[in-house]
């Protein structure tokens, strides 16, 4: 063998293995290890008044988020201020549209006449006035005359959902003083009369709060679930859809969470299906209600402050498990759990430096950089916050670790010299080949792994040891870890 580069080593290698004995090919104990969220200090946008609640929408077409803020109560003028995003995290002054409902609470967001830009229809908490606005397609809006023929309320949420899959946008909404879930039927014709048909309306048991869409049979066709507030015992409950808009009668689960659901999601939390997820303001649990059939069962619980309302959830560190948020309306105080796979979640990190605050909460893209943000507003301040999610993502691996069989010793410097100089096989993880951690893989990685291993060297750059992602941005990829970084 030559004396070049490799032959040098392939010869020091060998010595060690005569020296060191099969003691160094026992795999160390490793364990994987999840990256810390991490979430920057918030980023406000203040408004004239006090905020009933933030809503992330694109209203002018640009594939940007824009802010829509609801402000009103008695004593204060109803207004929506639209905020128009940039897709880098900065949102513009805030632009006024005067409402006609008096207690504004909720905001429906569609091309509900068809004209190719999206309107809005704003709800209120204490009756059943609407506010429609036709969208002009530049973030600005028109008032509007409609009728919704059956709709009644008040409605804590509004959601715009085309429920029989007809191409027609509809309006969906709990109607909180009567006890019944509200669909009204849209046509997409632009006209006061005919834009809206009569509205279906389905009784429930309780007073509902909180209203999501989504096929919770996996029949094909879309249902309905809600939360109750606590005056009607709490829980939720599902009206299935039965045929061309009719829906069976509501089946109830309380699950030992009669508080206050003021947020009830349906999310596939593990990979399976629909689950409802939902937040017992005053139970101090956040529920997840598995479905058998599209019927909840008895809740899977994490305990979190007796005092949250409402909930988002996304995948905050792109590891493929669901993690959710939650807010505490008295003290501001964001919990975020992270998902362990399955029902197993944790609390892991605690966001204290918004105020209190009862308003809607949101896990969403606002920086384009990939990863979700955590958006809300606060009543009191008055402010909308952006916290850009920072959390280092890409794949788990054990830099050094370059033969990826769970250890780190000389094995993986003979098997850096050989795809290096004599054509072996390229490493399935990059990073991990890349021992030295300046973004390249070259004879100084075999020469930094084998000094820290045996020549008292410097330590190996992290993640060694347990399983981690890259801190250091490179171009190398890390295609699969065989197992050794679950």
Do not use: K
């Amino acid at each position: 063998m030559s004396d070049g580069p490799f032959g040098v080593l392939w010869r020091v290698c060998l010595s060690f293995l005569a020296l060191i004995g099969a003691s160094f090919f026992f795999p160390e104990t490793a364990a994987a290890q999840s990256t810390p969220f991490e979430f920057e200090a918030r980023q406000t946008f203040p408004l004239a008044d006090r905020v009933n609640g933030s809503f992330l929408e694109d209203v002018n077409g640009d594939g940007f988020a824009d802010i829509l803020s609801l402000v009103g109560e008695p004593g204060v003028d109803a207004v929506m201020y639209t905020q128009l995003g940039d897709g880098a995290g900065g949102f513009d002054a805030p632009l006024s549209q005067p409402l006609t409902v008096g207690f504004p609470w909720s905001v429906a967001v569609g091309d509900f006449n068809e004209d190719g830009n999206v309107d809005a229809i704003v709800s209120d908490l204490l009756n059943a006035n609407l506010s429609y606005l036709t969208g002009n397609g530049d973030g600005t809006f028109t008032p509007d005359l409609r009728l919704f023929p059956g709709w009644s309320g008040g409605n804590p949420q509004v959601l715009a959902r085309d429920v029989d899959e007809d191409g027609h946008i509809d309006l969906v909404g709990p109607n909180f003083f009567g006890s019944q879930l509200l669909i009204s039927w849209g046509t997409g014709i632009d006209d006061p009369i005919l834009a809206f048909e009569q509205a279906t309306v389905i009784p429930v048991s309780g007073f509902p709060m909180s209203i999501d869409v989504a096929d919770l049979d996996l029949d094909g066709d879309l249902d309905l679930c809600c939360g109750f507030n606590s005056g009607s015992g709490g829980g939720v409950a599902v009206s299935l859809a039965t045929g061309a808009r009719t829906f069976d009668t509501e089946v109830r689960e309380i699950g030992g969470m009669p508080g206050a659901h003021w947020s009830t999601r349906a999310i596939d939390i593990d990979g399976g299906g629909p689950e409802i997820v939902s937040v017992g303001e005053g139970d101090g649990f956040l529920g997840i209600f598995p479905l058998v059939a599209g019927i909840p069962q008895f809740p899977t619980t994490i305990p979190i402050s007796p005092n949250a309302r409402h909930l988002d959830a996304a995948d905050i560190d792109l590891d493929g498990n669901i993690d959710i948020v939650v807010r505490d309306t008295f003290s501001g105080v964001y919990e975020v759990l992270r998902g362990l796979g399955g029902f197993s979640f944790v609390n892991e990190l605690q966001i204290t430096d918004d105020p209190d605050s009862f308003c809607p909460i949101f896990l969403q893209d606002l920086d384009s950089d990939g990863r979700v943000d955590l958006f809300s507003a606060n009543y009191d301040e008055p402010t909308s916050s952006l916290h850009r999610n920072i959390t280092p993502v890409g794949t788990p691996f054990r830099r050094g670790d370059v033969n990826l069989d769970g250890s780190t010793n000389v094995a993986d410097a003979i098997f850096h010299l050989a795809y290096l100089f004599s054509g072996g096989v390229t490493p399935g993880c990059l990073d991990s080949a890349d021992i030295n951690d300046d973004g390249g893989i070259n004879i100084s990685d075999a020469i930094t792994l084998l000094e820290s291993l045996f020549g008292g060297g410097a330590t190996i750059p992290a993640p060694t040891g347990n399983c981690d992602v890259d801190p250091t941005p490179d171009t190398l990829e890390c295609d699969t870890t065989n197992g050794t970084c679950p």
